[in-house]
């Protein structure tokens, strides 16, 4: 078993920090008579209406509390005698008040807040171990509340998220039902085999946000990321860290940054209830213009037809939120329902999600806190496959189709394509892909206050999820005499399990004088345990659609273990309460790595000195901060075992044999290895009206993980190896406004701007296409996942195309256009511009990405929000309309200049768009985009005949998401990338993280309209 000693050291260190409970309460219990309560409502100064979800706390503790939905709070365990009560929350300037609390007693104190650009007192926990104010961290870390989230109006978290964060490439990759694939870049590409997306970790437990298809639904495309099976109306608050610097604390799994959710976990106070209802409409934002010219290429008359309005349809969905939250002050709960439709604007295909969550804090006494967190959750999905899938995919049928072959059915028969795939009609009708996905995630944490400077924490979490996808393609459904011609059903079942426990001991106290000094010390375990089985047949009878219908039967099964185990000890010193150092260091170790570079240490280093605090004039607040740490990435589950030489079976004469596999094993495999330095500066203007948050940092990536070739003589073909290191460097910004702050009219602007710039620093081996079958490239020199291609050759002097005797593009890469020797290419040429077969002509990595949220509160009843959301410079390659152009389907609209009568002078000449298939930088364009991400207007229903139903009213919400694309790009949309967040360089669908920018049948992203009311009893 890998790390047998892993679970005994774990245990053994847990026992350290953490008594037997018996021990605890009886302890705990000494102090109980000297406490009191605190309670009273925080409330907004402008409209004097509840803030919920402020953070209350007894000033220099963590005993605290968040208020609810209506602002009040209740904070039990408060130490009798003279206290500090702060209060904070995103959005408001923090306010602290005396209270005297005495034994066994309750106090009253209410608070009212103002509207604020900037809060250095924000309290966060990713990053820091322990929870901390954001002034004493020296590393950029965002934060996103349940108010941000819930007037997003989006189905899924990670679609809430976009436009919100500086640094943040927030991706739709497919407009499918349930969200779509998503994918989450926190500054730039840092792995090859690690995949782009970062750590997720919800009420301390990390979860896995894999995007498998477990059945071929487009290749390596991306139908749906497991994100999608968390409801958004759930969460609290989020907390994003980007960089290397912050992340050290995770180790070796934090290269591409940190994602920490937290859920609501209810408030003191009588049962309160929640009820919100949605619909919406989704649609397809424009069709792509096909060939519908009524002459062939003879002049004869010729019927086309467009199957766009057979494919898309306007599709709806619906979603309800119903929760409770109460309590005592002993006992808090949040409890919440969730279920939700929606169909897909591609025909038969939906997403319908259901899930039920308990949330308990229950305080054992007052030294002893128990949370425990449990949330299921089945989805059922009905996809179609689209991306690489040409041979029953949707989209690729759809591109490769002819438009002058009807494929409506005869007598309920369909008619198959001429030359390739399947008549896309017939797949919607009768090829099915239904997914079931049922999921659990849980947690159960103690914190134990033996006095009130020490604090211990112990978690232990699980993720558990079952994914079922089976695949039925009848008999004669596609075009030649492949097995799947004969009919096909699969099924496939994939259990994924993680489990980690976490132990936090945390010590604050003060040497002397100005000094405040806070140590912390943990570990993390995390194990997981990936099985899956996949029985397939082909030949199936012309009833029945399981796999037993078949007549050729194929079945395999693969399980695969990860094991992690880290320490980490963190110090930090308050110096005046201004300047706040700190220094830590986390010492990893995990099985994919071989057993000499197992253990790895990843230090990091900060400091943040406030100059100003809630200040007068121009200058409010001011704090500069700088950090240095390091983190790391390990493969994931495709490369687990890749330290070892790995054997297939290969069954000869009905006895059992094996065989070596291409990759040779690493026996000194190690982690890829991530630097990163940063700097940073915040300041509060004109009285907390204007904030500005910017970030320089630069990182470098050593050790990156990758294949490099070996000589067939050693009986393989390649080994699993650091090849090089990589860079990236980049600003962000963040600038929030308050406009306008009157009694009846608020208006407030958030404004991000980010750029990146990404280098391959070096290679230990030749550079190499990145996405197997597709024309990109990893070069020393040049930034991740450049196009490198064909390009029409130039006039070297003039800078002219060069075209041929029919005005057709001369290809580089082809002899017949350029010659045979270099002698006649530069003759033709006029000189060496066009000396190199194939060159870099794009770049997928945007320039920069920018956002613009503006607000608008008309009263206290009526709200308004525009978001606008952009990506600049960055190019895709548009391999849809190049389907289009292929001679099987001649279907583009630009095919129609070759049917044109000769003597129009926009005729181009037979076999011009044929010539254009093998020119790749004829496909590259503009993908630089704006989108009206989200508009939306609320308007609260309160007079009295309401709120005696409702406490708090009813909102009523229109919305719109993805309204308007203002884009040169010819597609679909320049946001759809055809291989989402897959990763893993493995055979021929090799695919690295770095691969975007290729818009290959991808399912189109819908405009989407909604309509909601939310009820609060």
């Not at 609290?236 to 959710?261: M, T």
Request: glycine share 10%.
């Amino acid at each position: 078993m890998i790390f047998p000693k892993v679970r005994r050291s774990a245990m053994t260190l847990a026992l350290a920090l953490f008594a037997p409970p018996a021990i605890l309460a009886a302890q705990a219990g000494v102090g109980a008579a000297g406490t009191g309560t605190v309670r009273g409502k925080v409330t907004d100064a402008a409209n004097s209406r509840g803030l919920a979800e402020a953070q209350v706390t007894v000033t220099g503790t963590r005993v605290g509390a968040t208020s609810g939905t209506n602002g009040e709070y209740v904070i039990v365990g408060v130490p009798a005698g003279p206290r500090m009560i702060s209060v904070r929350r995103i959005g408001y300037s923090p306010a602290t008040l005396p209270v005297t609390v005495a034994a066994g007693a309750t106090a009253q104190l209410d608070f009212t807040l103002r509207v604020s650009a900037v809060n250095l007192s924000e309290v966060i926990v990713t990053g820091s171990a322990a929870p901390t104010e954001k002034r004493k961290v020296g590393t950029s870390i965002a934060s996103v509340d349940s108010t941000i989230i819930s007037r997003a109006q989006a189905v899924t978290l990670d679609q809430a998220l976009q436009g919100k964060v500086a640094g943040a490439q927030i991706s739709q990759n497919s407009g499918g039902p349930g969200g779509g694939g998503m994918s989450v870049r926190l500054r730039g590409t840092n792995s090859f085999i690690s995949g782009s997306d970062p750590l997720y970790i919800i009420d301390g437990v990390i979860i896995d946000n894999g995007s498998a298809q477990l059945t071929d639904l487009g290749g390596r495309s991306n139908p749906q990321n497991r994100l999608a099976d968390l409801n958004p109306a759930d969460v609290e608050r989020i907390e994003i860290i980007r960089g290397a610097a912050a992340a050290a604390l995770y180790g070796s799994r934090a290269n591409n940054g940190v994602v920490q959710i937290f859920t609501k976990r209810g408030s003191i106070g009588k049962p309160r209830f929640s009820l919100s209802s949605r619909y919406s409409s989704n649609e397809l934002r424009e069709q792509q213009p096909f060939n519908l010219y009524p002459f062939d290429a003879n002049g004869l008359p010729v019927a086309r037809f467009n199957y766009q309005d057979d494919i898309f349809k306007r599709a709806t969905g619906t979603e309800q939120n119903l929760n409770v939250e109460g309590g005592n002050e002993q006992t808090r709960y949040f409890l919440s329902a969730n279920a939700s439709a929606e169909d897909g604007i591609l025909k038969s295909t939906s997403s319908r999600r259901q899930g039920a969550r308990i949330n308990l804090q229950q305080t054992l006494n007052p030294k002893l806190v128990a949370n425990v967190t449990a949330n299921y959750v089945t989805t059922q999905n009905q996809f179609q496959a689209f991306g690489e899938q040409n041979d029953y995919g949707i989209m690729g049928s759809l591109f490769f189709a002819p438009t002058n072959v009807d494929f409506r059915p005869v007598n309920g028969i369909y008619p198959l394509p001429p030359a390739l795939g399947t008549n896309p009609l017939l797949a919607i009708d009768r090829i099915k892909n239904p997914q079931t996905i049922d999921r659990f995630i849980g947690s159960s944490k103690l914190t134990w206050t033996p006095m009130p400077q020490l604090v211990l924490d112990y978690t232990i979490g699980v993720d558990n999820t079952s994914f079922e996808q089976r695949q039925f393609i009848p008999r004669n459904a596609v075009l030649g005499t492949a097995p799947n011609a004969t009919g096909r059903s699969q099924s496939v079942f994939q259990g994924n399990r993680i489990v980690n426990q976490d132990g936090i001991g945390t010590y604050s106290w003060k040497p002397i004088g100005a000094f405040e000094m806070r140590t912390t010390g943990g570990f993390n375990y995390t194990s997981q345990k990936v099985r899956t089985t996949n029985a397939v047949a082909n030949g199936l009878a012309p009833v029945g659609e399981l796999v037993g219908a078949g007549s050729v039967f194929s079945a395999g099964q693969t399980e695969v273990e990860l094991r992690t185990l880290g320490f980490f000890g963190q110090q930090e010193v308050a110096i005046k309460d201004r300047l706040f150092l700190s220094g830590a260091v986390r010492y990893d170790a995990s099985s994919t790595f071989a057993p000499s570079e197992r253990w790895q240490a990843f230090p990091k280093l900060s400091a943040s000195y406030v100059v100003l605090n809630n200040g007068d004039g121009l200058v409010n607040n001011l704090r500069v901060r700088s950090a240095l740490g390091w983190a790391g990435s390990q493969p994931g589950i495709v490369n687990a075992y890749s330290q070892y030489i790995t054997y297939a079976q290969l069954p000869f004469a009905g006895r059992p044999g094996f065989v070596n596999d291409v990759t040779f094993g690493n026996p000194t495999l190690r982690n890829e290895r991530a630097r990163e330095w940063e700097v940073g500066a915040e300041a509060g203007l004109l009285n907390g009206k204007l904030s500005v948050d910017a970030t320089y940092y630069n990182r470098l990536v050593s050790d990156l993980l990758f294949f490099r070739p070996l000589a067939t003589s050693t009986g393989f073909s390649r080994q699993f190896f650091p090849i090089g290191s990589m860079s990236n460097k980049g600003v962000e910004l963040m600038v929030k406004t308050t406009n306008v702050d009157k009694y009846n009219f608020k208006w407030s602007t958030t404004a991000t701007y980010s750029t990146n710039k990404n280098m391959v620093e070096k290679l230990d081996i030749q550079d190499f296409q990145s996405a197997g079958g597709y024309p990109n490239r990893i070069r020393a020199g040049e930034p991740a996942g450049v196009f490198y291609g064909s390009y029409a050759a130039r006039n070297c002097v003039t800078g002219a195309l060069l075209l041929d005797s029919l005005g057709r593009y001369r290809r580089s890469n082809q002899a017949v256009d350029m010659g045979a020797t270099l002698a006649q290419r530069q003759a033709i040429s006029q000189g060496t511009c066009n000396d190199s077969l194939n060159k870099v002509i794009g770049d997928p990595n945007p320039s920069w990405l920018g956002s613009l949220l503006n607000e608008f509160t008309l009263g206290k009843k009526l709200r308004f929000r525009m978001l606008l959301d952009g990506v600049f410079g960055n190019d895709v390659m548009n391999l849809s309309t190049r389907a289009q152009n292929a001679g099987v389907a001649s279907n583009s609209k630009t095919f129609e200049r070759e049917l044109l009568p000769y003597g129009d002078p926009r005729k181009v000449s037979p076999g011009f768009n044929a010539r254009t298939q093998g020119v790749f930088e004829y496909w590259v364009e503009d993908g630089s985009f704006v989108k009206l991400r989200e508009l939306s207007a609320t308007y609260t229903l309160d007079v009295p005949a309401t709120r005696r139903l409702f406490k708090d009213g009813i909102d009523v919400t229109v919305s719109g998401r993805n309204l308007a694309v203002w884009t040169k790009y010819s597609g679909y949309d320049p946001e759809i990338n055809l291989f989402g967040t897959n990763a893993g360089g493995v055979g021929s669908a090799q695919t690295t993280a770095a691969d975007r920018g290729f818009d290959f049948g991808g399912y189109p992203i819908p405009r989407v309209w909604s309509v909601s009311a939310r009820f609060t009893y």
